[in-house]
């Protein structure tokens, strides 16, 4: 906030007025360009607009290579979307050991560097583990032994400081964060969830819909960043909301910036699934009666809420 303030102000220039862009790690759509899939990129369309007309003739177009998608998709949930991690994966199917290390070190220096070298990747462990719900930080810290919720606190700060982190904070139905509610936290690339059960014995394997759902919500992000530059920066992006019930909606409602004003983001929920979706949108029907469910492999946009395979969600995003 300093340097935007001290060294940007008034220097956006006349033809591209953004002053600030993040060096991220490779999108789904320049993953299966990198990677040489065979695969149709649908065209991106606005967050708000993704339940249009011209969206459900596209995705039918697609529907006879969904399960193509889904493999390059659990690919990319495999090895993320950092350049030499994905080079390494199409030249010898796997992301080498030195990478990953070279990933913990650099995110224990920005973490706690004086902190042992296990404790980022514990710390990393723990947030994939919980990263499909609002995080309890004394539940959390008390698993991994911290002293104190404000340690806890301080290293996901500086995760998200360091961009390996996103927080999803709740909202209200009129978009607003609530205050002192718990927000999720989701890492912001697949890697960072493997990078503990490769390198550190005993700490679990990812969860794959869990990976899915953050790279959904990451990817989301993105966008809304880019239609409005600072978003990223301001922690206000993505939000999941609730029901009357207590049941949550992944990635609700918010307002997003278009050609002619403002308008609400289409609502997503993630649920990895190949069967029985319509059991699973019931949620997000009840609360909007419309939205997108993004699914494993499953893609039928006849009724209200469309069930959409979480790759295609993510190319139609970004």
């Known amino acids: 906030a300093d340097a935007a303030a001290n060294l940007f102000a008034g220097r956006a220039g006349l033809i591209d007025t ?13 993953y299966l360009i990198a990677s040489g899939r065979h695969l149709h990129l649908l065209e991106p369309v606005h967050p708000a607009h ?3 007309p011209g969206v459900r003739r596209s995705l039918e177009a697609v529907a006879f290579d969904v399960d193509g998608y889904d493999v390059a998709w659990q690919e990319y949930l495999t090895c993320g979307g950092f350049p030499r991690a994905v080079a390494e994966q199409v030249r010898d199917g796997q992301v080498s050991q030195a990478y990953l290390k070279d990933l913990q070190a650099w995110l224990l220096t ?18 994939e583990q919980r990263g499909s719900s609002p995080l309890n930080v004394t539940a959390a810290a008390e698993t991994l032994g911290y002293p104190n919720r404000p340690t806890l606190d301080r290293r996901v700060d500086r995760l998200v400081a ?10 209200s139905d009129d978009g607003n964060i609530i205050i002192g ?8 690339d697949p890697l960072l969830g493997w ?17 899915s759902e953050m790279t959904v919500g990451v990817t989301l992000a993105h966008v809304l960043d880019e239609l409005d530059e600072g978003r990223w920066l301001a ?17 609700c409602p918010v307002d997003a910036t278009t050609p002619s004003g403002s308008e609400r983001t289409v609502p997503i929920e993630s649920k990895w699934v190949d069967t ?10 009840g609360k909007y009666n419309a939205g997108v469910l993004a699914t494993k492999s499953v893609l039928d946009v006849t009724e209200a809420v469309w069930a959409v395979p979480a790759p295609l969600v993510c190319l139609l995003l970004r």
């Open 195 to 211: 990078l503990p059960h490769i390198l550190r014995p005993g700490l679990p394997s990812p969860d794959m819909t869990r990976l």
């Open 276 to 285: 029985g979706w319509r059991g699973e949108g019931r949620v997000i029907a």
């Open 162 to 171: 360091t961009f390996a982190a996103l927080r999803c904070p709740r909202r």
């Open 181 to 188: 509610s718990r927000a999720k936290v989701y890492l912001t």
């Open 110 to 127: 920005d973490v706690d560097a004086d902190a042992p070298p296990e404790s980022i990747l514990r710390l990393l462990s723990e947030l």
């Open 18 to 30: 953004r002053r600030l862009r993040h060096v991220a790690p490779m999108s789904f759509r320049d």
């Open 50 to 52: 993704l339940q249009e």
């Open 235 to 251: 922690g206000d992006t993505v939000g999941y909301a609730r029901t009357d019930s207590g049941n949550e909606v992944d990635l």
